[in-house]
């Protein structure tokens, strides 16, 4: 779901800090002869405290509408709990909502309610079934099974690293030459290279770790060498990106888990399960 124009929905009468702000429009900002002043009504878009001032209007009317605040992140809402079978959750990124619920009518029922609510309270555009959230395509299997992956990044990855289209094979992350305590040969890859070229292709990387576990090893290690970089090193960039092209089609996936099978506890926490194959 998301909020439209949210920061205009602080009222200046709720801020912790209420004062007047006026603005002075020219002739021809405001169409007027001589120009004219306007008033905020709200600690709007512009203001220093717009951000803060929306938090605490979203938490309130969260809280009004019997959402708890996580212990584990402030942006993070919850209502219901599993055990009563109507538990829903809602992640909050300034004005955009991601709302999650139990697969029960009870849950259903409570997620439609807070739509209405939210309905009454702000202008708001809902959307039930999500493709895609910021550049991660999400896909929902027959068995339940979520599975996400970037295909736009690896579009950019490819058209940056391998310009006429042809990506050689590689099935493990991590460049075969590079030794992760940097006890390495002193050979002609041992030159140095340009380290803001390096930081640049490193950089267009390091998105893709939202979906690929995988990597987060490699992108590590190659991190730590942006001060000096080698050109073993900038090599090791071509590798983990040929690396993420031959394998372009593995999804990052979730999986539906019932409780009795060590799902969602009791309690509300979810019990992850990882797996990562880097067969080297």
Same mark, same amino acid.
């Given at each position: 779901s998301d909020v439209e124009n949210c920061f205009t929905h602080n009222k200046m009468t709720d801020a912790r800090f209420p004062r007047r702000i006026i603005i002075y429009l020219d002739e021809y900002e405001s169409g007027q002869v001589g120009g004219m +002043? *306007?008033?905020?009504?709200?600690?709007s878009y512009g203001t220093a405290d717009a951000s803060s001032e929306w938090y605490l209007t979203l938490k309130r009317n969260m809280l009004s509408m019997g959402f708890q605040v996580s212990i584990y992140h402030p942006c993070l809402f919850y209502k219901g709990t599993p055990s !009563?079978? $109507?538990?829903?959750?809602?992640?909050?990124?300034? @004005?955009d909502f991601i709302r999650l619920n139990q697969p029960? =009518?009870?849950a259903r029922a409570s997620m439609q309610q807070f739509k209405d609510d &939210? $309905?009454?309270r702000w202008p708001m555009k809902h959307e039930d079934e999500v493709t895609e959230i910021l550049g991660v395509k999400i896909v929902r299997t027959? !068995?339940?099974? &979520?599975q996400c992956t970037q295909p736009t990044e690896l579009k950019k990855i490819e058209a940056l690293f391998f310009p006429g289209g042809s990506v050689p094979e590689v099935l493990v992350p991590l460049y075969p030459h590079i030794q992760s305590d940097g006890n390495e040969l002193k $050979? #002609? =890859?041992?030159?140095?290279t340009p380290s803001s070229k390096y930081r640049s292709l490193l950089g267009s990387l390091q998105y893709m770790r939202c979906t690929r576990i995988d990597i987060l @090893?490699?992108?590590?290690i190659l991190a730590e060498r942006s001060?000096?970089? *080698?050109? *073993? $090193?900038?090599? #090791?960039?071509?590798?983990?990106?040929? +690396? &993420?092209?031959?394998s372009r089609l593995v999804p990052m996936c979730f999986h539906p888990v019932s409780y009795e099978d060590g799902g969602v506890t009791a309690d509300g926490v979810l019990q992850w399960s990882l797996f990562s194959d880097c067969s080297w």
């Open positions: +002043y *306007r008033e905020f009504q709200s600690v !009563t079978k $109507d538990f829903i959750m809602v992640s909050v990124a300034t @004005d029960t =009518e009870a &939210l $309905d009454a027959a !068995t339940g099974t &979520l $050979d #002609a =890859e041992q030159v140095s @090893d490699t992108l590590s001060n000096v970089p *080698r050109l *073993r $090193d900038k090599h #090791a960039l071509y590798w983990l990106a040929a +690396y &993420l092209l031959t």
